[in-house]
């Protein structure tokens, strides 16, 4: 019989080993020298960089909309502890350092949420489609990511109008897995996010006009079949954009996905045997 990890063990003793590298976390950044961007402003940077809409209710499989809604919520109060925030030259964006721990009591309720490679719900469910839209202003700017975490080859639910390419999500948990970017440039930018009655709102905006533009796109995208798991496949390129002359000057492969496919299949989909 295999030996199970002291987090298997129960709820209890897997609780304790959460705790215990929260306060990990919180130790390392006691002691880093880490200058983590605090300060916000309601005035917008004159450059707008990056802007996107993320849907917030999605239609996940057989995934309760209930707690979509819980996320609309959550994701409101989230959001109001970034909006305007200037990441200044050398600053690093910790999305945990500035939403801190989601909880009843500051009023955010239970939502979607992934554990274990299934879905599964808890209070604050919904943070990781807040740092996907981060994550995806950020790959259009020449600032730095310091810490992304996926969901592990995963693809757990099918596509329901997806405008970006898949596996360039992000996974957090409060606060051991984060997502965090440093600003190298010698450029100020700044993060304003909202929430409507559909869409996850979001601009990146900049004190300067960016030296490069950039495109995200995905190739040789497809299924296929191995030992009677079906796995989804494909690369995600990063284009860097000269924006005199629109023509790309370079490409970097930044995410090759062979994600194990959590659901069944729509008759639609190809499967490469």
């Known amino acids: 019989m295999e030996r199970k990890l002291f987090c298997e063990i129960s709820p209890f003793t897997y609780r304790l080993s959460m705790e215990k590298e929260i306060m990990k976390r919180h130790l390392k950044d006691c002691f880093s020298k880490t200058r983590f961007a605090k300060k916000r402003t309601e005035t917008s940077l004159p450059v707008v960089v990056y802007r996107h809409n993320s849907l917030i209710r999605r239609r996940l499989g057989n995934v309760d909309m209930q707690l979509q809604e819980n996320k609309a919520t959550n994701l409101a109060l ?3 502890h970034i909006d305007g925030l ?17 909880s009843a009591r500051k009023g955010y309720k239970e939502g979607l949420t992934i554990a274990k490679g299934q879905p599964s719900h808890g209070i604050g469910g919904g943070m990781c489609q807040l740092s996907n839209l981060i994550h995806w202003l950020i790959l259009h700017s020449e600032l730095t990511i310091t ?7 995963l693809d757990l639910f099918p596509d329901f109008g997806r405008q970006i390419p898949f596996g360039t999500g992000t996974s957090i948990s409060y606060n051991y897995i984060d997502y965090r970017f ?5 450029n100020t930018y700044q993060l304003r996010l909202w929430v409507d009655d559909e869409y996850l709102c979001g601009e990146l905006r900049a004190t300067e006009q960016q030296s490069h533009t950039f495109h995200i796109h995905a190739e040789n995208e497809y299924f296929s079949r191995e030992d009677g798991v079906v796995y989804r496949n494909g690369q995600v390129y990063r284009d860097v ?7 790309r000057v370079a490409s970097h492969l930044i995410r090759t996905n062979h994600a194990k496919v959590m659901y069944k299949c729509p008759p639609s989909v190809i499967i490469q045997e």
């Open 78 to 80: 989230a959001v109001t």
């Open 86 to 102: 200037l990441i200044r030259p050398g600053e690093t964006f910790s999305a945990w350092k500035l939403i801190g721990r989601t």
């Open 147 to 153: 810490e992304h975490h996926h969901h592990d080859g």
């Open 182 to 186: 440093r600003n190298d440039t010698t």
């Open 241 to 247: 954009i000269d924006p005199i002359t629109g023509q």
